[in-house]
């Protein structure tokens, strides 16, 4: 609105002053950014001054507008990262110099570097010649640069480094500072920065930036300052401009300070936004003020802005003063312009100056935020009053969502101190806990010798680099990843895996940080060498050797500590070759001979500590013993332990933290209070290895030792053994227990509890105390398996007593300890309030989260405080005096924990033994709980968990504050417990209120029968709740609000709220579970009253008795087919079903059937009753396993013949049917033929599962009800057209009927067609095609359910049968086999008889008279034959006809011609190489027994053949002669003799195929040796030059063995094969023989010995995966795949991924091939080739729409051209074959629009 009210003013005032200031503004358009919008803003405010008086709504209204048209114009905020872009102008100070690059502290807390190649052209020329030649002297950054330097620098990149963090690349190249400036705009009086380009005699020669330009600086005008130095090339200078000469070509600078800093831009110089620069003064006037910052004016035409952070905080400031500012920034294309007006940038002189803080890291509590600046960030008030910034990014966690309401809410706040600003002179601050939290902030924080935990990021040649924090990383180098140097360090470390590591070096100023991983680094218990004045002679320590020379070895230690070991003390023997013995990285126990401190040099020894002489005292002897009770004194606090001496011998020992107690939470209480010299008592050893002996005080394991069974050895274990241990480690499978003498026993996740467990670290802690019972052992291995589930693992009686009060007893003794500290006057107080101790306070403030903060004379510094839930109901004011009783003191925080409430602070009630109780907790830790017992206002201690293993609770088990448990007294005044009460409790929680919000409200609040009165808080559909007095909250049930509740109606609704009701309590109900109640119930406890408005309930003379029967009891009162009254509860969409509520304990359940009678309802059946209404409903099923009621809403009480009912679709079975599920819980099916009234193909195909259908019930079988889903069955007395009537009997049908039907199946006796449900008829195959077929093919072409017309030949009205015809010529319809099959006829009528007429007379006239008795015989077999008609004999006959014999085409020799090329082992012949021995028949099992027979028969009753017969058998021997030479001459026809072979392999006896069909033709004989004696045969005689013939014979051999020797003959063949062949071919080939036979296990063993010997080659991985899928290991070739990567290349990495893609999609899954692929894709999508084989596999697997975001994904690619048009041509042609006309349409328009952008692009 202010840019419309610039461009079209309103009025005519408003025109003439646009007239006057139209130049003004103008120039304005072009050179500012924020003036524009000012006048609409000066008119807005003026015209609501104008009607302030009239109407205040209007003006606060407009005020805000004013408030949101501000921001929006001219928003002031710091410089974000994303506000700067290249060719940003931006003033910065010099925060550090190195040699090659200059830190740059810039405006807002950013930080810029400037690289030695950005300073000006002649320092870079300088710094190359001085790379060729060392004659010149060169002037380093340092010598040029110093810190808090002010520079005008440019950027000039913006550069995203591996982290992903933004880095800011500067220039102060005048060409690129100064480019905005030319010749003409030089003038007398500007500030200019520059370089010195050179020195002369009398001065130097500057360079700004200005082409054509010659600056010169005169040495007496450059040494007018303070402290007169040298200039030197490259320096950056800022000077005043004194005199222009020639027309800008040559001008003289003066860098005298005084003149710089009194010089201020001006009009006259010329300034415009392209050459204005930063650091120049200018004078300016306020133009607005804004909480934000100010909007200035200066130049006349330029506005600024000043952000919050360079206002000076001393200073107000109004609109119209007059100031002086600096220009900051300056970004030309945004026109954004930031000014300061802090001293420190306006004060002569130029340079800041550096403050080194020491605050850098420290954390500070207790700060106030004073101001908040949304878009920026808030300024935070430091406890001594210091102004700090904290950024907006820095109020919020990374991935956290910026909320101002939660960091405005906080009165005080944590933070922690960043940096240090030079450009603000202002700390930066982070309010992150992440940032808070850790431990370490800089590399100063870090010291050698301190051992750190990190992550891994990644692995590099050099080593591997550890992430200790998000700013601080570290280097292990590579000698330095284990003791041993690691060939393959990627098999022990990964990326994300947490390590532990010692520290090295660390530089600070270098950022530099050292790590190593050697254990005996690590681990090592030897004082560590930090410096030299710890190497102190005869002290021995652990280092590592850097360097091993002739002279000796250099062994370096933590920092700079570093030694040499002198050749004669590297070993008690003579070392000639020191190389030999030691090598760079070993770790080596070294002691000091000499340490020279001032020369800093130390003469080590290797002699002295391997042959014990050292200087140090003899180490102590002790008698180690497990469980041996010592005493020890306190040494040191180290990270996680104590160093101790065993007393008295002074044997150094450890005592974990862990092991200071059986409670976890009292273990950090009492490494804290322990001092160093302190005497620890009760202390017993439990375990003892080289490195130190362990300690424990752990009073249950030394118990154990002391009474229990102790396994020293693993072979002390037994299985079934109970043992006390610790956990030592916790893993995602399970945690690993300790037990002493370090045997280890691992739980597994099954086994830690009896619950379920999701997660492994919640239920135990490390070194927490647990029981556990040996499960299983593994003695070769020597490991063990236990159990921690509480069921298994028995606790001693009085066990859970005595750790309380052990427990109870170590935190006094904390107490203690803490008061006998020097200045531990608060803590003396602390260690005499006890729990349930009396106390008066002073209310001192009460907070927002309703908390009470008090204050006590007596305990001056400590906090008291009293919880909401304690001081609820308690009315407080600050300064009242109120009592309040002790329910927790913490010794560490100096907290004590107080209660408010009457109940407790009244005077105490005694208590008496065996008295049973309701106690509620009042306060709770990890370990114990105060609870109140009752109304006796008596508190006392229990544990949290009454066993040691039973720390894995719900949240609903667990002991909160609020949680009531039943409770007995065992000791109402316990010495122990200093005079309360020792309680026993049940594990078990009573999930009560777990907030009392208005008081008790207890099972002695409301007894059943009460008539209570309250105000209806909320009315819901299905219960009213009601605010009873006293505030506890009552339930409602829909049933009790009306007698007789009408249907349809809504009870609740009669209910007002807000309104008085009078209820009477019928009972209870869980405020968690809704499990209603009596209060007669013996496991009631605390339930929220359920209540009752029934009128007839609420007259005071009746008597209501408790309800004492169970739920299973109410639901036997309910019978089948009651009606009773229900109300609805909730629909279920997933179910299908409703469930309804009949009582407050009792629910129901609808089925979706038994809802609705109308299918139109079915799709939105929640519509039909709304929540709350009164249904009445029928009984249908009574269920006590599970506990059920399931009721129906129709009138339908039980199925019955010719009903019709709904159903649901089950399964669609195309044998069957449908399958369908009816109304009360019973099951129907449906046949194909009683589907549609008019059938049609695929009939099931319109039905799906869970679809809703109407059907009639047409009878029932054995519990299944026969269905029909016939319109004519559904609405009989509707008119519809039947054109398949139901076939109810075999009567109902008479020959010559013409009918259709489903085929059922098909059979060797015919075709069987499904008539009705009972009713199938069957056609013989002569009834049911003309040609002859075999079953298998007639049930090929006609599938089940195929709709087929028959006719009606035969009806067996006894037998149910029918007999019917398919034939064209009956039903009128084609045949059913297609012509194209080329099957023989099948002759019928007169034509068969004609054939058969013709067949007997050349039969008789061909055959002499002796033969005709076999003849006759043969034709008995004919004439059965043809009684059953197979058809397979009339083709034997027509098939003599052509003068061919039966066995002669029974048994046709066929020959194929052999491949040109076979691949491996394709042998073309009969015999397959897949198939087993038994399957062979030998050669001489041939019909010749019978032929020759025969032929003697022939032979004897010869008669004298006719002439015509004799010419015709020359005839014959003449073709088949002639026939065998031109077999013998064809070179592809194969040979069928040995005799063949043996001449072909003279003519080509390097042929492997020659060879491998002569063992193929032995096999097929079954002569299995004389093929073995082949194969060696042709390894012999094949030349060693023809490899790959030699490997088909290998590999023959290798299949041989495999089908008929054994696996010894196998192995020995695979050995010879390996020692003549290249290894990895014949490892494949056997792994895919195996494969191939089936032998599976001796495949996968195979491919891991392949995959391991040759893991370089990727076709053996490509190979093991491809077996992998297909046995169905997808998960096994996911891991192969990482295996994969990691041996091969990375340069193979690519397209190993994307062979596995392509073989998920062969064998394995198809999603997850699409997956590897498109990750593959995304990170390489210019793999052109990749896309193409997507794009294949997508085609043949993938769906149309899947191809289609495909082929739009690839033509999008930024890749050459001529590919695109490759994709675009693939993509048209699958339209053209797939799609649609519409869809080609849309491919050829993006391909259209594709060159469209091109010819754009290449225009511009």
Not at 546 to 561: A, E, H, L, M, N
Not at 808 to 818: H, T
Request: glycine share 6%; charged share 25%; hydrophobic share 35%.
């Amino acid at each position: 609105m202010a840019s419309l009210d610039e461009d079209f003013p309103r009025g005519g005032t408003g025109k003439k002053a646009e007239t006057k200031a139209k130049p003004v503004r103008h120039h304005t358009e072009v050179d500012n950014l924020f003036q524009t919008h000012e006048p609409a803003e000066t008119k807005k405010r003026k015209g609501e001054k104008r009607n302030e008086g009239k109407n205040v709504a209007k003006k606060q209204k407009t005020s805000k507008e004013e408030t949101l048209k501000l921001n929006a114009a001219a928003k002031v905020e710091i410089l974000h990262l994303k506000s700067l872009k290249v060719g940003t102008l931006v003033l910065g100070c010099i925060k550090e110099v190195t040699d090659f690059e200059v830190m740059v502290s810039l405006p807002s807390g950013l930080m810029g570097y400037l690289a030695i190649s950005n300073i000006s052209d002649s320092y870079t020329k300088m710094v190359r010649e001085q790379l060729d030649s060392d004659t010149e002297e060169i002037f380093s950054l340092p010598d040029l640069f110093s810190p808090g330097m002010l520079l005008r620098c440019s950027v000039v990149r913006l550069n995203i480094t591996k982290k992903g963090t933004v880095s800011i690349q500067l220039s102060i190249n005048p060409k690129e500072v100064n480019k905005g400036l030319t010749t003409s705009c030089l003038s007398a009086g500007m500030i200019l920065s520059g370089c010195v380009d050179s020195v002369e005699d009398h001065g130097y020669l500057v360079d700004i930036g200005v082409s054509g330009t010659k600056a010169f600086l005169p040495k007496q005008a450059a040494t007018d300052q303070p402290i007169p130095k040298e200039l030197k090339v490259g320096q950056c200078v800022v000077s005043l401009l004194e005199e222009v000469k020639n027309e800008g070509r040559v001008i003289r600078l003066s860098t005298c300070p005084r003149s710089v800093a009194q010089s201020y831009a001006d009009i006259k110089h010329g300034w415009t936004l392209t050459n204005l620069l930063p650091g120049l003064l200018v004078k300016a006037q306020i133009k607005k003020v804004t909480i934000h910052g100010l909007i200035l004016e200066f130049l006349s035409s330029f506005s600024g802005m000043v952000d919050f952070m360079h206002m000076e905080p001393s200073c107000s400031y109004n609109e119209g003063d007059e100031v002086k500012a600096c220009v900051l920034y300056l970004e030309p294309s945004s026109r954004l312009l930031g000014l300061s007006l802090r001293g420190h940038l306006l004060q002569p002189g130029g340079d800041l100056a550096q403050v080194t803080s020491e605050r850098i890291g420290e954390v500070l509590e207790g700060c106030k935020m004073t101001s908040l600046h949304h878009y920026s960030g808030a300024i935070l008030e430091l406890p001594d009053s210091t102004q700090v910034f904290v950024h907006r990014n820095h109020m919020k966690e990374p991935k956290d969502p910026f909320n101002m309401n939660r960091v405005m809410a906080k009165a005080e706040h944590t933070c922690r101190i960043m940096d240090y600003s030079t450009m603000e002179q202002m700390h930066y601050v982070s309010l992150r806990m992440s940032v808070i939290k850790s431990p370490f902030f800089r590399y100063h924080d870090i010291h050698p010798g301190q051992v750190v935990e990190g992550t891994v990021i990644n692995l590099n040649p050099s080593g591997m680099t550890v992430k200790l924090t998000e700013h601080i990383r570290g280097m292990v180098p590579k000698t330095h990843l284990s003791d041993i140097i690691l060939k393959n360090p990627e098999r022990k470390y990964t990326e994300g895996m947490k390590v532990k590591c010692r520290v090295l070096a660390v530089d600070p100023q270098r950022k530099s940080l050292t790590l190593t991983r050697k254990k005996a680094l690590v681990e090592s218990s030897l004082p560590l060498f930090l410096s030299f004045a710890d190497a102190r002679p005869g002290r021995i320590s652990h280092g590592h050797i850097i360097c091993v020379k002739d002279f000796g070895c250099i062994v370096r230690f933590y920092g700079d500590v570093k030694g040499l070991v002198p050749v004669r003390e590297l070993s008690t023997e003579l070392v000639i070759v020191p190389e030999k013995m030691f090598f760079v990285g070993q770790v080596v126990k070294a002691k000091v001979l000499n340490c020279d401190l001032a020369k800093e040099k130390l003469l080590l020894s290797f002699k002295a500590v391997a042959g014990g002489d050292t200087e140090a005292p003899p180490k102590p002897q002790f008698d180690f013993e497990i469980g041996k009770k010592v005493e020890a004194r306190l040494v040191a606090k180290v990270l996680g332990a104590l160093e101790v001496a065993i007393l008295p011998e002074e044997v150094p020992a450890l005592l974990p933290i862990s092991h200071l107690s059986d409670h976890v939470s009292n273990c950090p209480l009492l490494f804290e209070a322990l001092q160093e010299g302190d005497t620890i008592s009760n202390l017993a050893c439990v375990n003892h290895n080289k490195q130190h002996i362990t300690l424990t005080k752990k009073p249950v394991l030394r118990a154990s030792m002391e009474d229990g069974p102790v396994a020293r050895e693993f072979s002390d274990v037994k299985v079934g053994m109970q043992l006390i241990g610790w956990i030592k480690n916790i893993m995602p499978y399970g945690v690993f227990v300790e037990f002493p003498c370090g045997l280890v026993g691992l739980a597994p996740k099954s086994a830690m509890s009896d619950k379920f467990i999701s997660d492994t670290t919640g239920p135990f802690q490390l070194g927490q105390t647990v029981g556990a019972k040996v499960t299983n052992l593994d003695e070769e291995k020597g490991r063990f398996l236990v159990s921690l589930k509480v069921s298994e693992v028995m606790a001693p009686e009085g066990d859970a007593q005595a750790r309380l009060l052990q427990g109870l007893l170590e935190r006094r003794a904390v107490a203690d300890m803490m008061a006998n500290k020097e200045d531990s006057e608060l803590h003396q107080q602390l260690s005499v309030v006890t729990l349930g101790q009396r106390l008066k306070l002073s209310v001192e403030q009460v907070k927002e989260d309703e908390s009470v903060s008090l204050v006590c004379d007596d305990l001056k510094g400590a906090t008291v405080l009293a919880t909401k839930h304690h001081s609820m109901g308690v009315k407080v004011s600050p300064g009242q005096k109120v009592n309040a009783v002790v329910l927790h003191v913490d010794p560490l925080s100096t907290q004590v924990h107080v209660s408010l409430l009457p109940k407790l602070v009244a005077k105490r009630k005694s208590v008496e033994e065996g008295a049973k109780y309701t106690a509620r907790v009042q306060h709770a830790d990890k370990d114990f709980a105060v609870i109140s017992l009752g109304d006796t206002a008596q508190l006392t201690v229990v544990q949290t968990t009454n066993n040691l293993n039973d720390s894995f609770r719900f949240e609903t088990e667990k002991l909160l504050p609020g949680r009531f448990l039943a409770v007995s007294v065992t000791d109402p005044s316990c010495e122990d417990l200093e005079g309360l009460p020792l309680v026993e409790w049940d594990s078990k929680v009573q999930r009560g209120a777990a907030a009392d919000q208005a008081g008790p409200r207890g099972t002695g609040r409301h007894r059943y029968g009460d008539l209570v009165k309250g105000k209806v808080k909320a009315v819901r559909p299905t219960c009213v709740q009601v605010e009873l007095e006293g505030g506890a909250t009552g339930s409602v049930h829909v049933s009790e609000v009306q007698d007789g509740a009408c249907l349809g109606t809504f009870p609740t609704s009669a209910v007002k709220l807000g309104s008085e009701v009078t209820a009477r309590v019928i009972g209870g109900r869980e405020a968690c579970s809704h499990r209603y109640l009596p209060f007669s119930h013996p496991n009631f406890t605390y339930f929220i009253p359920e209540l009752s408005l029934l009128p007839s309930k609420l007259q005071e003379d009746v008597v209501l008795e408790p309800v004492k029967r169970s739920l299973k009891e109410e639901l036997m009162t309910y019978q089948v087919g009651q009606k009773v009254t229900c109300f609805v509860s909730k629909y279920y969409p997933e179910k299908k079903c409703l469930e309804v509520t009949i009582s407050p304990s009792l629910t129901g359940t609808v089925d979706i059937l038994s809802m609705v009678t109308d299918p139109k309802d079915l799709k939105h059946p929640e519509k039909l009753y709304k929540l709350g209404q009164a249904v009445g409903a029928n009984v249908v099923q009574v269920s006590l396993k599970p506990l059920r009621l399931s009721l129906s809403l129709t009138d339908v009480p039980k199925l019955e013949n010719g009903s019709v009912t709904v159903g649901i679709v089950q399964s669609v079975q195309p044998q069957v049917g449908l399958g369908v599920r009816l109304p009360l819980g019973a099951k129907g099916t449906v046949a194909v033929v009683d589907l549609l009234d008019s059938y049609k193909r695929d009939p099931l195909q319109a039905f799906s599962k869970g679809q809703l259908v109407r059907c009639c019930v047409l009878s029932e079988k054995s519990g299944q009800w026969q269905l029909s889903l016939r319109p004519s069955r559904l609405s009989p007395d509707k008119p519809s057209v039947v054109k398949d009537p139901e076939v109810r009997s075999a009567g109902g049908l008479t020959p010559g009927q013409i009918l259709r039907g489903y085929v059922k199946s098909v059979g060797e006796h015919g075709v069987f067609i499904r008539l009705s449900t009972n009713i199938t008829g069957r056609a013989q195959f002569q009834h049911a095609t003309k040609y002859f077929s075999s079953p298998d093919v007639f049930a090929k072409h006609v599938p089940v359910n195929t709709l087929l017309t028959t006719k009606v030949l035969h009806v067996d009205t006894q037998n149910e049968q029918v007999d019917l015809s398919l034939l064209s010529g009956d039903t009128g319809k084609a045949d059913l086999l297609p012509e194209s099959l080329g099957l023989p006829l099948r002759l019928l009528g007169e034509e068969k008889e004609k054939y058969d007429a013709k067949r007997k007379r050349k039969s008789s006239e061909s055959q002499p008279e002796p033969v005709e008795k076999p003849a006759k015989k043969k034709k008995g077999k004919k004439e059965k034959t043809e009684d059953i008609d197979s058809g397979v004999e009339v083709y034997f006959r027509e098939e003599e006809d052509g003068g061919v014999g039966i066995e002669e085409k029974s048994n046709p020799p066929k020959q194929g011609k052999p491949a040109a090329a076979p691949a491996r082992l394709q042998v073309s012949g009969g015999f397959s190489w897949d198939a087993a021995l038994s399957t062979l028949k030998p050669a001489s099992a041939t019909p010749e027994g019978d032929d020759s027979s025969e032929g003697e028969e022939e032979q004897g009753q010869r008669q004298k053949k006719t002439r015509h017969e004799r010419h015709t058998e020359k005839r014959q021997a003449e073709k088949a002669l002639s026939e065998r030479e031109t077999e013998l001459m064809d070179p592809a026809l194969r040979p069928q003799d040995a005799g063949s072979f043996e001449r072909l392999l003279l003519a080509s006896p390097d042929s492997s195929l020659l060879w491998l069909q002569y063992m193929a033709f032995h096999l097929q004989a079954t002569q299995i040796e004389q093929a073995r004696a082949v194969a060696e045969r042709a390894l012999k005689t094949i030349s060693f030059r023809e490899e790959q013939e030699k490997l088909n014979v290998w590999v023959a051999l290798l299949n041989l063995e495999n089908l008929y020797g054994s696996e010894e003959s196998l192995k020995k063949a695979f050995e010879r094969a390996l020692q003549f062949c290249e290894p990895m071919p014949v490892y494949q080939q056997l792994a895919d023989i195996y494969a191939k036979s089936g032998k599976t296990k001796e495949a996968e063993n195979l491919y891991k010995k392949i995959v391991k010997r040759f893991r370089q080659e990727k076709a053996v991985w490509l190979s093991y995966a491809s077996f992998l899928l297909q046995q169905g290991q997808s998960d096994a070739c996911s891991a192969l795949l990482q295996r994969a990567l990691n041996s091969l290349p990375a340069k193979e990495n690519v397209d190993v991924i994307a062979k596995f893609a392509q073989l998920e999609f062969r064998y394995g899954d198809v999603e997850k091939g699409k997956v590897m692929l498109d990750k593959v894709l995304s990170s390489y999508p210019k793999r052109t080739d990749l896309w193409s084989v997507f794009i294949d596999l997508m085609v043949k697997h993938g769906s149309q729409k899947e191809i289609r975001a495909l082929f739009d994904r690839v033509i999008h690619l930024s890749v050459a051209v001529k590919r695109i048009k490759f994709f675009f041509k693939r993509y048209l042609e699958y339209e053209k074959k797939n799609g649609t006309p519409e869809s080609i349409q849309a491919v050829k328009e993006k391909a259209l629009e594709y060159v469209e952008n091109k010819a754009t692009e290449a225009a511009s």
